[in-house]
């Protein structure tokens, strides 16, 4: 348990609470952004993409993930709904449409947003990942494999070495589909 009594420096006092709560926020280099849920439903009661592609919806056969739970599907069992996605605002040369899933039922949005989905970090093999840097004006900036790196770890490093970074996506580095986004915090 920390000890939460009083510790000075110089002029100011701070509880070593505030220390700690100074500690934890430093940690949070960034943070996890999922396909949204209201976006999702969109999704499912249209069962058309932003593209005007039909909703393709198949038992799962692969492991995903799931872009709103960031939670791996249970092949042969879940339902998954496939569409193309966009996870850009700005139409330009590096907008890269794609193909990904999300759940058919409602699932929990991801949560956990200041740390990197642990069952898509744990699993290297079914989820071999890469991280794309981008601009404020989407322009690619920067690529990463991850290998056996650790990914919350170098999503830090990356982030405090390159400030012209504004945000990165996380991409499945042999499909190359789009998984989620993070921002700096």
Do not use: W
């Amino acid at each position: 348990m920390p000890d939460f009594t009083s510790a000075s420096f110089g002029l100011f006092t701070y509880s070593k609470l505030d220390l700690f709560v100074i500690q934890i926020h430093k940690m949070k280099k960034f943070k996890i952004v999922p396909i949204s849920a209201a976006y999702a439903n969109n999704i499912k009661r249209t069962l058309k993409d932003n593209f005007g592609h039909d909703v393709i919806e198949q038992v799962a056969a692969g492991f995903g993930p799931c872009r709103v739970s960031l939670k791996p599907f249970i092949v042969g069992i879940d339902i998954r709904l496939l569409f193309t996605h966009s996870p850009f605002t700005i139409d330009n040369v590096f907008n890269q449409p794609g193909p990904v899933f999300i759940h058919q039922k409602d699932v929990e949005p991801y949560r956990n947003i200041h740390q990197f989905p642990p069952e898509i970090k744990a699993d290297k093999e079914k989820f071999p990942l890469s991280l794309i840097g981008y601009s404020k004006d989407q322009q690619m900036m920067y690529t990463q494999l991850i290998g056996d790196a650790d990914v919350d770890h170098l999503i830090g490093e990356i982030f405090d070495q390159h400030t012209e970074i504004d945000y990165l996506h996380a991409r499945n580095a042999e499909a190359c589909c789009y998984i989620c986004k993070i921002e700096r915090v």
